[in-house]
Nanobody, 124 residues
Framework: QVQLVESGGGLVQAGGSLRLSCAAS????????MGWFRQAPGKEREFVAT????????YAADSVKGRFNISRDNAKNTVYLEMNSLKPEDTAVYFC?????????????????WGQGTQVTVSS
């Protein structure tokens, strides 16, 4: 089992920045990929960004490319999501997730473990 705990959400004005953190514990040696997803009210949970836990290569959704950056600190078993130039449409609950396989990084079903989510609200 892997446990994930997110932190760092909050209220920010449009154009501002936030950094989300996700600390992993438990069987962290089984993690292959970590990802961030988000879910706005009335919408499906959508992919935001992902990172290969060992190699560090990343991939982000077109909607956040150039504004959001995913990174990790293996020593701390922590993944981060640096969010810049935030827009009101970025408002959502952000979830951290961990996968034990390397395929289909953008699919929710790839990820076996999920955090509880952290609210990000961007005011206009």
């Amino acid at each position: 089992q892997v446990q994930l705990v997110e932190s760092g959400g909050g209220l920010v004005q449009a154009g501002g920045s936030l950094r989300l953190s996700c600390a992993a514990s438990g069987r962290t040696s089984s993690i292959r990929v970590m990802g961030w997803f988000r879910q706005a009210p009335g919408k499906e949970r959508e992919f935001v960004a992902t990172i290969n836990w060992s190699a560090g290569n990343t991939y982000a959704a077109d909607s956040v490319k150039g504004r959001f950056n995913i990174s990790r600190d293996n020593a701390k078993n922590t993944v981060y999501l640096e969010m810049n130039s935030l827009k009101p449409e970025d408002t959502a609950v952000y979830f951290c997730a961990a996968a034990q396989q390397y395929t289909y990084w953008t699919r929710r079903t790839t990820y076996a473990y999920w955090g509880q989510g952290t609210q990000v609200t961007v005011s206009s």
